[in-house]
């Protein structure tokens, strides 16, 4: 009798913790973009600005999350650092996004040598570890924006490429497109009524998840000192300034890591399948 319930309560409750936790996810980045956003024009405060008289202040009305050891506002930073990781990530998930699904559906339509030569053109991408290919092209420009883009964008592809191309099988073999292929239909009617809507959920989690993974890189990137360079604000180069004086001020190294967090939790909990 209590299973019965139980499995007649389940149902209910699992997609209402899907939508609590897509919610919350989604406030939570809200809340970061808005940050990023509007946080250096409102604030007002040049973020590489020093003043050593200042440094290593508390948190206070004047400064709500401190200064650093050089006297800078570390809630300025913090803005700025965030609007440039996740315009970044944003940026080179969406550009790998758009020749790795239209690769992928063209494999899965056409199969046979192109699918085999786009598979071996992915496959060869992988060999090659994702950040070590980002750390090539960052040591070819050191410090230029324009080269972690390209190198996140070429690592990120690859994902799209797969799930476009897996997930497009079933449906360019279904019977729908069937009909409408003896109907006469083109190519661009079946891709954007019959493949993309049956794409679009997954190409949201991908969109998430590429995000996320793209601000973790450049994170990793600055955390060892080859991404972007000082006097640039950047998550990663943030915690490396930071983490030497944790001892006398640990509220410093706090802020770039709580915000780091609060961007990959909110990508995970808005993204369908990675929420709860």
Known sequence: MNGGNAAQVEPSVAPRARRLGRGIGLALLGAVTAFAMLGPSLLGIDPAAQALQDSLLAPSPAHPLGTDVLGRSVLARLAHAARLSLGLALASALTAAVPGVLLGVLAAWRGGLTDRALSMLADATLSVPGLLLVLLLAAVAPGRVGALYAGLALVLWVEWFRVARAASRPVLAGHAVQASRLLGFGRA???????????????????????????????????????????????????????????????????????????????????????P
Request: glycine content about 10%; proline content about 9%; aromatic content about 6%.
């Open 189 to 275: 009617y079946l891709l954007r009524r019959h493949v993309l809507p049956e794409l679009a959920p997954l190409l949201r989690t991908m969109l998430a998840l590429g995000t996320a993974q793209g601000v973790l890189a450049l994170a990793a990137l600055g955390f060892i000192g080859v991404g972007v360079q000082p006097p640039t604000a950047e998550l990663g180069l943030m915690m490396t300034e930071y983490l030497p004086h944790w001892h006398e001020a640990p509220w410093l190294i706090g802020a770039p890591t709580g915000l780091l967090m609060t961007v990959v939790l909110g990508m995970m909990l808005v993204s369908p399948e990675a929420a």
